[in-house]
């Protein structure tokens, strides 16, 4: 962990280091990745299985898994995960529907009708993580915009090591609709979505996190499939003031290191000592974390703690972070809030822990990292939609607009254009 000090003389050096500083797996997967879409390409279901014996060590005989095999895991799931599954669903689904966007439809001054309507995509992937964790609020987060969205077809593949998995993932999905699913995961479940197999078709777009493998697949295929954004190890960025608990907030903190030896937890706070009793706070609890191997190698590595001597100035250092999650512990954090520019999902005052929006807040929780806040957004409806524009002329309109038409075919030197026009005029 390192403590800067925006008083400090060298401080706007070590601040850029932190913000460019690159936390991704340094192991170059990218070879291998390429072998094993090749592989999948051209020998599909052999080569799928064949990973799949090698890397999570489950021969499978079929990679679909069958209704009975879904419906009798499922049952396994413990009634109270069930019913906080389906909490979180609704309040999902409730968030989510709110997106759905409207078409456009008018008639122009001089008589030309436009439109735009929003078309969902045909058939979708969705990759649900399962190498270290199983993540069933994943699931759901990825599956439950695309039914919302109108996706027809929606695809899960899900890798299921020693040949088990945690029956709340397909409680889950039972949860979510979702029926077709394969029993795979890494580069060979992405490339098995993007070119199909013999027992898988091909999807047109492929969304949800992974590994560095996964995340990798999904970089290479891209432009035989859409892809959502690339997301990597988690992040959170904490603005608090020393009338918080610091016990709290070592909790938030420690909350997304715990994922991942790479992610990322920040805390800007105008205090010094209460930065202080958060260091205390976070050691002592790190002591008895049963994920205290992830992270406390996240927080010895790529923690940091700024101090302002107003929280206002921690604003224009958020933006240029961009991190994937902020929150605002202070008495108004909406006033902090409306200066945010860069950020993938934000949470506000001292009662709104991240986990909140982690599991069942509503908003998605695949959100983008790695500073990608700067241009992207978390998943949504919007990421399973695609805009079909309509354009409609009759003479009268065609006569009003076509000239000016003409005019810029000629000037791009495009007879055939110029003509396709002209002879409507005539
Ligand atoms: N941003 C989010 O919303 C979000 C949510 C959940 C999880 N995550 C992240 O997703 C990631 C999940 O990773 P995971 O590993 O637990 O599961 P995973 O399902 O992403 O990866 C497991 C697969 O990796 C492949 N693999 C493993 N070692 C390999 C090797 N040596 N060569 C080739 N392939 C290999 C295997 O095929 C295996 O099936 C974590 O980084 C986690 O933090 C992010
Ligand atoms: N915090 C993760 C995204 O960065 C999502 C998640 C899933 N389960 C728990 N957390
Ligand atoms: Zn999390």
């Known amino acids: 962990m390192q403590l800067l000090q925006t008083t400090d003389k060298d401080f706007s050096v070590k601040f850029k280091t932190l913000v460019s500083d690159r936390r991704e797996v340094t192991v170059d997967v990218s070879g291998t990745v390429r072998e094993i879409l090749a592989?999948?390409?051209?020998?599909?279901?052999?080569?799928?299985?064949?990973?799949?014996?090698?890397?999570?060590?489950?021969?499978?005989?079929?990679?679909h898994l069958s209704e009975t095999f879904i419906a009798e895991h499922a049952t396994q799931?413990?009634?109270?995960?069930?019913?906080?599954?389906?909490f979180a669903a609704e309040r999902i689904v409730a968030f989510h529907e709110k997106q759905l966007p409207q078409d456009i439809g008018y008639t122009d001054t001089v008589g030309v009708k436009l439109g735009l309507n929003w078309?969902?995509?045909?058939?979708?992937?969705?990759?649900?993580?399962?190498g270290r964790a199983s993540y069933p609020s994943s699931l759901l987060m990825n599956a439950l915009p695309a039914k919302i969205a109108g996706v027809e077809r929606i695809v899960m593949t899900v890798p299921m090591p020693n040949?088990?998995?945690?029956?709340?993932?397909?409680?889950?999905?039972?949860?979510?609709?979702?029926?077709?699913?394969?029993g795979i995961g890494g580069a060979q479940a992405i490339a098995a979505l993007a070119y199909g197999t013999e027992s898988i078709a091909p999807v047109d777009k492929i969304v949800g996190p992974g590994n560095a493998y996964v995340a990798e697949a999904k970089r290479q295929v891209f432009g035989t499939v859409g892809i959502d954004s690339i997301a990597g190890p988690s992040e959170i960025l904490v603005v608090a003031d020393s009338q918080n608990n610091p016990d709290w907030i070592a909790w938030d903190l420690l909350s997304q290191a715990e994922h991942d030896p790479s992610a990322q937890s920040i805390l800007i706070t105008d205090s010094e000592i209460f930065a202080q009793q958060v260091i205390k706070a976070v050691e002592k609890i790190l002591a008895d974390l049963p994920t205290t191997e992830v992270a406390s190698a996240s927080w010895q590595n790529y923690a940091a703690i700024i101090?302002?001597?107003?929280?206002?100035?921690?604003?224009?250092?958020?933006?240029?972070?961009?991190?994937?999650?902020?929150?605002?512990?202070?008495?108004?954090?909406?006033?902090l809030a409306n200066q945010i520019k860069c950020a993938g999902s934000?949470?506000?005052?001292?009662?709104?822990?991240?986990a909140i929006g982690d599991y069942l807040g509503g908003p998605n929780h695949v959100l983008p990292t790695a500073r990608s806040a700067r241009f992207a957004s978390g998943l949504s409806v919007y990421d399973f939609l695609k805009r079909i524009t309509y354009l409609e002329c009759d003479k009268q309109a065609l006569q009003t607009i076509g000239k000016?038409?003409?005019?810029?075919?000629?000037?791009?030197?495009l007879p055939a254009h110029a003509g396709s026009v002209s002879v409507r005029l005539q």
């Open 119 to 130: 078309v969902a995509l045909s058939q979708v992937g969705i990759y649900v993580p399962g």
């Open 346 to 354: 934000v949470f506000l005052g001292r009662y709104t822990p991240e």
């Open 163 to 182: 040949g088990e998995i945690n029956p709340a993932v397909l409680a889950a999905a039972q949860v979510a609709g979702v029926t077709e699913i394969y």
């Open 39 to 63: 592989d999948v390409k051209v020998r599909g279901d052999a080569a799928v299985k064949n990973y799949t014996s090698r890397f999570d060590r489950n021969n499978l005989q079929s990679l």
């Open 307 to 335: 101090l302002v001597s107003d929280l206002a100035q921690s604003i224009p250092l958020l933006n240029q972070l961009a991190p994937e999650h902020v929150e605002l512990c202070t008495d108004n954090p909406q006033l």
């Open 77 to 86: 799931c413990p009634a109270d995960v069930l019913a906080a599954l389906e």
């Open 404 to 413: 000016a038409a003409i005019t810029l075919a000629e000037a791009e030197g």
